[in-house]
């Protein structure tokens, strides 16, 4: 414990926290930092000029960080349909399917060794009953392979259906950000100690898999709901930073009213 509060504690980072709205300016920072031996400090900082994009969602939170360039928002159904993820049995699933015939929630996971996500996991499970009395599925995706995916569901015990994205391609598709800034912050770091307090815990076996070591464990979610219909995206959360949940009424009214 003592271990993770000095990490932490040495290791936040200021970052902007920015609110979105249907048609937002979104800027994607280029970082191109020198050092000199004594002190070591960053020279230079390039910053691209912000983009405009539209949202096709009917809610988003924004997120600072290095965002995907992968198309516009409003390529993002087409995108999505391209994209494979897995079942715990090893079958490859269009990622739309999941949500063609039937309105779903679903909630995308940092890594699946990530304390924040094993939090969200329990944070959406909580309403379950809920989603079912309404027909809404309760999914979670993972960037990682299907062995940690099945650790994942061992360990947490998840009631919804989980999947992996091995190549991380839902993650490009829906422009999720990723970066050290959007990982080390105040609150994450705040939040970090408040969840190992009430029991939860990081797997660092699962944590520091190949799979998550190759993006350095920067890569952040959020929460869409979707469906019926492939292309019917009516709400998206993009985590700003690490442990960034949503306000739950505001999924339950998107999918549930």
Excluded at 159 to 182: M, Q, W
Excluded at 194 to 214: A, H, I
Aim: net charge neutral; hydrophobic share 35%.
């Amino acid at each position: 414990m003592a271990a993770t509060t000095t990490l932490f504690s040495n290791s936040l980072l200021k970052t902007t926290n920015q609110s979105f709205t249907r048609v937002l300016s979104n800027p994607s920072p280029l970082l191109n930092l020198s050092f000199s031996p004594t002190p070591t400090h960053c020279k230079n900082l390039r910053v691209s000029p912000p983009r405009q994009t539209h949202i096709i969602a009917s809610a988003l939170s924004g997120s600072p960080g290095i965002e995907s360039t992968v198309g516009s928002e409003e390529d993002t159904p087409n995108l999505l349909d391209k994209v494979e993820v897995f079942d715990l049995n090893g079958n490859g699933i269009p990622i739309s399917d999941l949500w063609k015939d039937r309105k779903a929630v679903i909630a995308f996971a940092r890594h699946f060794g990530c304390v924040f996500c094993r939090k969200r996991a329990d944070y959406l499970a909580s309403k379950k009953d809920i989603f079912d009395a309404n027909g809404v599925a309760l999914i979670l995706i993972g960037p990682g392979n299907i062995d940690q995916a099945k650790a994942f569901t061992e360990q947490t015990n998840f009631k919804g259906e989980v999947y992996a994205d091995p190549i991380h391609s839902s993650y490009e598709a829906l422009r999720f950000v990723s970066g050290v800034t959007t990982t080390f912050t105040p609150r994450a770091g705040v939040k970090i100690i408040q969840l190992y307090m009430e029991g939860y815990r990081q797997d660092w076996k699962l944590s520091f898999q190949k799979d998550t070591v190759s993006r350095g464990g920067w890569q952040q979610g959020g929460i869409i709901v979707a469906g019926p219909g492939k292309t019917n995206i009516s709400y998206i959360h993009k985590d700003k930073e690490a442990g960034d949940d949503p306000d739950i009424e505001d999924i339950l009214k998107a999918c549930c009213s």
